[in-house]
């Protein structure tokens, strides 16, 4: 993804703006206006198929990596080590994790993450208008998490995710009129997870983002993070007889609620997925986010698993594509050790 500017300042106001957001938000920036632009906006946007197909209802969810990124207490159900990857493609550019757990049932489970977006290469022109690029401009966010989650008893489970967030807009050429843009923060998430032993039921809270603003160019435009509480329940509808030969057929509902925190009214959105199967060899997935932003839409999903190797994929609709942008595709691969 390539394009030229001929004023250097203007390219870089114009990413500040566009980097800050992405996903949903973006395409909302585009089509609406946004009045008060959020800082580290791409902690938003879905990591991992999985959730993503479940119409990112995934507050409840726990067993696997993704976890990371939606509620760290689910870590705790994660059964021993596991590696993964993740990538999407969207209208804004790519997004790739990879993320690391170890489980131990004493000490409880340890994971890493690397977490970036790119936004694409953009050629940097001189301002006498030839069309020969002098130098190349890469937008990109970058986030590094450490996460720890343990079984307290009881079905409860809770969480902790440190993350160190990145704003930054390297040049590669002639960067004489390039101004530096680079900005820094750190934030946490924290959560809980309880699983009821005397119903097919399961119940996740997390706060994610809590941190201080990013400040790209000076205090006063710093701008603070999407700091957003889920609550989640996930319900297993259609549970596989007891006793009988092989794998049966089940069927979860999962239903998030998800609000803004620190910033005015806390405006809930509802997120819901469904879930379909018989045991972990194939997994049939679908969702809906009711999200206030041009980003709302319905998501499918197909999971597979062999052995200790498992590959998930999900694709977003968006409701109203007015813009004609190309919808978010994505693919998870997760080995466990």
């Known amino acids: 993804m390539r394009r030229s500017r001929s004023r250097a300042g203007l390219l870089l106001l ?5 980097a800050s957001c992405g996903g949903g938000v973006a395409r909302t920036l585009r089509a609406q206006g946004i009045s008060r632009p959020q800082g580290a906006e791409f902690l938003l946007l879905p990591v991992g198929a999985r959730a993503t197909a479940l119409g ?3 507050a409840a969810e726990g067993g696997t990596t993704e976890s990371i990124f939606w509620n760290p207490a689910g870590l705790a159900a994660v059964p021993r080590g596991e590696f993964a990857v993740h990538h999407f493609n969207a209208f804004f550019g ?7 757990a170890g489980h131990s049932p004493r000490l409880g489970t340890v994971a890493l993450a690397a977490y970036l977006v790119d936004y694409g290469d953009l050629d ?9 690029p002098i130098g190349r401009i890469t937008p990109r966010n970058v986030a590094l998490a450490l996460s720890y989650a343990t079984d307290l008893g009881a079905g409860v489970a809770i969480g902790v995710t440190y993350k160190l967030v990145q704003f930054r807009v390297d040049c590669a050429g002639d960067c004489s ?3 530096a843009a680079t900005g820094t923060t750190h934030a946490v998430d924290v959560g809980v997870r309880y699983v009821a032993s005397t119903a097919p039921v399961v119940v996740g809270i997390s706060l994610r983002n809590l941190g201080f603003p990013l400040q790209v160019e000076n205090s006063a435009q ?48 509802m997120l819901v997925g469904v879930e379909s199967g018989v045991g972990e060899l194939i997994r049939l997935r679908g969702g809906y986010a009711f999200t206030d932003s041009e980003a709302k839409g319905p998501s499918i999903g197909l999971g597979m698993r062999l052995g200790q190797l498992s590959v998930d994929l999900a ?21 466990a050790f």
Do not use: C, M, W
């Open 124 to 132: 940097l022109t001189p301002p006498g208008g030839s069309p020969l």
């Open 14 to 18: 114009t990413l500040a703006g566009a």
């Open 56 to 58: 990112q209802a995934a």
């Open 94 to 100: 790519t997004g790739d994790a990879i993320a690391i």
């Open 222 to 269: 710093a701008d603070p993070l999407p700091t957003r509480l889920s609550v989640g329940v996930a319900y297993e509808v259609v549970r596989p007889v007891p006793g009988t030969s092989g794998e049966g057929l089940d069927v979860r509902v999962l239903t998030d609620v998800q609000g803004v925190v620190g910033r005015g009214p806390f405006s809930p959105v």
């Open 315 to 335: 694709r977003v609709f968006f409701a109203n594509d007015d813009l004609g942008e190309k919808e978010p595709f994505h693919v998870s691969f997760r080995a």
């Open 177 to 179: 009129g390039v101004p």
